[in-house]
């Protein structure tokens, strides 16, 4: 006879869940149903599970509060967008890309500069502070600014985030050295780590708190990300807010319309420019989304 059992997946890898319960890890399997209505487990679903003889089934996936295709994960509290200025170097748009499909689902966004000791990255500070992101700079190198990463993660469901080479399994080490998570040398010539995360999985750091490691991605494998509708991009740009409703036009795109307060202020400095020209290049991709394809 089968128990039954809820419980958070910890990890995901290859068709294997394992789901923590009050009764310790289950490793399980999932429904076939699941797969075929489109509605695969992630890494952070809470989930009912059924146990026999040691074996376990997902059942059925609870209610998600958020969950994103990359990373692909679920009922998140926030998330961590790690950034470097050297080896890797890491663009604004690829920033600006991630942090937009984060807050379109209501989801609070970090900006970590890594890899202060050698590039304090002060350019990339200046622009996501000035556009209304908390921003942490830390060095896995030297420890500096862990702490500070600490205090704001206490508590939370997390996951970290970031182009390849850029540090998150390295700061994760010095958050939880017990861990002792592989990192992976960064190509030189290539300026691109390796990608020593494979799958994306849960690690408690005690007291409610757990991060998710996520694999790095470049840009130019972005395309796989979650979309937005152009109509709602506006909206998951926070430092477009003030402007907002206030163009000569109801329905203006803050592209070419006259009277346009959004470009106004990015002209005038005020909306960063390298928040904008992302902003633009979000909208063409939105605009080529065909809403059947969604369906």
Not at 1 to 19: A, C, H, N, P, Q
Not at 74 to 98: G, H, M, Q, S
Not at 258 to 287: M, N, Q
Request: hydrophobic letters at 35%; aromatic letters at 8%.
């Amino acid at each position: 006879m089968s128990e039954k059992k809820t419980g958070r997946i910890l990890r995901s890898l290859s068709g294997f869940y394992d789901v923590q319960t009050d009764g310790g890890l289950v490793t399980c399997r999932a429904r076939g149903i699941l797969r075929k209505e489109g509605n695969s487990p992630l890494t952070g679903d809470l989930v009912e599970i059924s146990v026999e003889r040691g074996r376990g089934m997902v059942e059925k996936i609870l209610p998600r509060r958020n969950s994103f295709v990359r990373p692909a994960v679920a009922n998140i509290d926030a998330l961590v967008i790690f950034a470097a200025n050297v080896n890797p170097v890491t663009e604004p748009y690829l920033i600006d890309r991630v942090a937009a499909i984060a807050l379109a689902q209501g989801v609070p966004v970090y900006l970590c500069v890594n890899k202060c000791d050698l590039d304090p990255a002060l350019d990339l500070v200046r622009i996501y502070e000035h556009a209304g992101f908390p921003v942490i700079s830390t060095s896995a190198e030297t420890g500096s600014g862990v702490e500070a990463l600490a205090s704001f993660i206490q508590g939370k469901l997390t996951a970290f985030t970031g182009n390849s080479g850029v540090g998150k399994s390295s700061i994760l080490n010095r958050l939880a050295p017990a861990l002792n998570l592989a990192t992976g040398e960064v190509s030189e010539k290539l300026g691109r780590g390796r990608h020593t995360t494979r799958h994306v999985e849960l690690y408690c750091l005690g007291d409610n708190t757990y991060v998710a490691d996520t694999p790095g991605f470049s840009s130019f494998d972005t395309d796989q990300m979650d979309v937005i509708l152009k109509e709602d991009l506006q909206y998951a740009f926070p430092d477009f807010g003030c402007y907002l409703g206030t163009c000569q036009f109801r329905d203006c795109s803050h592209r070419k319309e006259p009277g346009c307060a959004v470009r106004t202020a990015a002209e005038a400095g005020d909306i960063e420019p390298t928040r904008y020209d992302s902003y633009l290049k979000l909208y063409e991709k939105a605009a080529q989304i065909k809403l059947w394809e969604l369906k």
